[in-house]
């Protein structure tokens, strides 16, 4: 690999990877990605984190204390051997009730993401493919979805629906405020999903494919989606960690999930009135989400680096 | 360059039309309505519901008044209806203001295309004139934290560009990865416990610095206790955008310091520091010019966190206690304006573009 390269890499990623020259010539892709990821010390280390941190949170079932009955005898105790991270106003083990927020933001962070694939995959996909007055009308409103002050829209529709019934979006559960933040945040794919389509639907082999009379939806489907997949698994990490971050202020504004169901971000709200004399309540559930955001962009940005689309042609010797 | 600004102003109105449209109707999906956060009691008498509800024309459908309709008035179909009185006004026609079915005088309003966002349902004065009341503070408050993350962020960002893999540069690049991740909220509250609740000035015994508000209350002007009041506001907002800024300039940086002119520069016997800062940073802060132009938007809107925490009377706090009192006029008021600064901002930023990097073409 030139030095140039290695520059490359660097400036990128602000860090030099351990890239390895002496590469059989036969190693599949999923194994390249595999040890490009595995050589990206920061990648490994979140990997690490958000593994200990998952494990702890599919475990706190175990736990002894019930995350919302309050046992007001045990309030406001000081982090100690029993209650680790101490206990609430209600008496209720914060350790407990973290891990259980845990549950909460990571569920919102991965059904965003989810929300955000089904409606920006197909509209970059389809602007992207077909071009012209399709591609057109569909950046239009993807510009003008981002010209919404996201955060500001964010508190208004999730302050409308606070007070809202309705069969399935019921006063902030975590459905709601996930389909909240998701649409507001398919933007970003959308027009990822587009570039790649734009460059992709240019190459030979789709026009091949297009030779042989594939349909458009097998070609979009079959040959240029998985040519696009890189991209868009970077961008998808990304966002877990984004939208954690999100539902987190929104709890935190008041305007999330409610009480009594924790929440990284209304536990954090809670803990402001106690914050001079208890300060605890503030510090964990803060701590957890700064790790996991900080456990995810490091994933994100190990997998950008191991799924380079370019790097690994460039390897194989493709380009 | 002239006729990209007019086809991008001119694409502008269509959006913002539509952008006015859709949050209009987010903001009147609301069960309840406004009343319900109107009055100080939530119970008030129906008739005086009524009339308030005629007062602020809220007794009018949202977009389409298909009463005028039935009674062949194309015109009022469109003209009476509360969107239509928000953006074009009623002054021009005669409006039912007692509710006795006789439409008798002109209507007061006069639509935001003439500057009139209507009047807050709190304090009843002009929406715009509460915007006017609380922009200042939010501008200096944002003002301020730019200059200091410039300050921080383009030294940082050169030199941890030019000894790359050195400690410096290791330590810095690990800080940005932190910056980026710690949610701002947090760090707010962790700033209040450190310097307000556990460090004590040792001259004085009071907290080492103020927990809000812009000055203290009672005292007559003093630069310091500004500057004090200024400090953990401007640090919890400045740590996301310095380490995001920094790391940005960082790769653009390492981009441009490999080039040929970088080297002509050297090998003409050019300082260092003129190379770097003079030739080198030049080229690497365009791709961050764009970057900030698209941050622009934050010095209208303000940071939402950092106000509330410290109580800073500015923009955010009051589009967040206006979404709280569901003071519509308010609400409507700093979307749009936000909405309409956005893409300006955006346009600004591909002009900008063009500006300092005369190999962009304009078509």
């Known amino acids: 690999m030139s030095n140039r390269q290695t520059l490359e890499n660097t400036a990128e990623h602000g860090f030099a990877l351990e890239t390895d020259d002496r590469m059989p010539a036969h190693e599949g892709m999923t194994r390249m990605i595999w040890r490009r990821f595995r050589h990206h010390p920061g990648a490994v280390a979140g990997s690490v984190v958000l593994g200990l941190l998952v494990l702890s949170i599919a475990l706190v079932s175990f736990s002894p204390y019930d995350p919302e009955a309050s046992d007001v005898p045990s309030r406001l105790q000081s982090p100690s051997l029993e209650h680790p991270f101490g206990t609430d106003p209600l008496g209720r083990d914060l350790l407990t009730r973290v891990l259980y927020g845990g549950r909460i933001s990571l569920a919102v962070g991965l059904m965003v993401v989810a929300i955000t694939l089904v409606i920006g995959v197909p509209v970059g996909a389809v602007a992207g493919y077909f071009g012209g007055w399709v591609d057109n009308i569909l950046m239009r409103i993807t510009d003008a979805a981002l010209s919404l002050p996201a955060l500001l829209v964010l508190i208004l529709l999730s302050a409308i629906l606070r007070e809202t019934e309705l069969p399935l979006v019921q006063r902030n559960s975590v459905l709601t405020i996930a389909l909240v933040i998701g649409l507001l945040s398919w933007m970003t794919v959308a027009r990822l999903v587009r570039a790649a389509f734009l460059t992709i639907r240019e190459k030979e082999f789709v026009i091949a494919a297009y030779c042989i009379g594939a349909s458009n939806l097998r070609i979009m489907v079959r040959h240029i989606l998985p040519n696009a997949v890189g991209p868009i698994i970077v961008e998808s990490t990304l966002e877990v960690a984004w939208a954690i971050m999100e539902e987190s202020g929104l709890s935190f504004l008041g305007f999330g999930i409610q009480p009594p169901t924790p929440s990284w971000g209304n536990l954090l709200s809670n803990a402001q009135a106690h914050l001079t004399k208890h300060p605890w309540l503030a510090i964990f559930p803060g701590l957890m989400i700064f790790l996991a955001i900080i456990a995810i962009n490091y994933i994100g940005d190990g997998l950008r680096d191991a799924l380079d689309p370019f790097k690994v042609l460039k390897q194989v010797g493709e380009v | ?157 050169v030199i941890s560009a030019v000894k790359q893999y050195s400690v410096f540069d290791i330590i810095v690049t690990t800080l940005s990865f932190m910056g980026q991740a710690i949610p701002e909220f947090w760090l707010g509250l962790i700033l209040i416990l450190v310097f307000y609740a556990w460090l004590d000035n040792p001259f004085t015994g009071e907290p080492l610095l103020p927990s809000g508000g812009m000055s203290t209350l009672g005292i007559e002007f003093s630069l310091w206790d500004w500057i ?97 009192k569901r003071d519509y006029p ?32 304009y078509d």
């Open chain 2, 1 to 157: 360059m002239g006729r990209y600004i007019a086809r991008r102003l001119l694409q502008a109105i269509p959006m913002l039309f539509l952008i006015s449209i859709v949050l209009f109707a987010l903001i009147n999906l609301a069960p309840g309505g406004p009343l319900a956060g109107h009055s100080r009691s939530r119970h008030i008498r129906p008739e005086r519901a009524e009339m308030l509800k005629r007062q602020f024309g809220l007794d009018q459908p949202y977009f389409l008044n298909w009463s005028e309709l039935t009674r062949l008035k194309p015109i009022g179909f469109l003209t009476r209806t509360q969107y239509s009185v928000w953006l074009i006004g009623n002054d021009w026609m005669k409006v039912d203001a007692d509710g006795d079915g006789i439409r008798e005088e002109h209507g007061e309003r006069w639509g935001i295309l003439r500057g009139d966002f209507g009047f807050s349902f709190q304090t009843r004065q002009p929406a715009l004139e509460r915007i006017v009341e609380h922009l200042p503070n939010t501008v200096y408050l944002m003002g301020v934290t730019l200059i200091v993350v410039a300050i921080i962020a383009i030294p940082v960002g």
């Open chain 2, 330 to 361: 308010v609400l409507m008021a700093v979307l749009t304006i936000g909405a309409g600064i956005m893409i300006f901002s955006n346009l600004l930023a591909d002009i900008a573009y063009g500006l300092v990097d005369p190999r962009v073409r």
């Open chain 2, 228 to 324: 004090k009041h200024l400090i953990l506001p401007v640090a919890m907002g400045a740590v996301g955008w310095v380490a995001w800024y920094s790391r940005f300039l960082r790769s653009g940086m390492l981009d441009v310091l490999h080039m040929d002119y970088i080297r002509t520069a050297r090998a003409k016997g050019l300082r260092e520091r003129v190379v770097l800062y003079r030739h080198a940073l030049k080229n690497a802060i365009i791709p961050l010019l764009t970057i900030f132009a698209l941050d622009l938007p934050y010095i209208f809107a303000g940071s939402l966190y950092v106000e509330l925490l410290f109580s800073w009377p500015g923009m955010g706090r009051l589009y967040y206690q206006a979404a709280v």
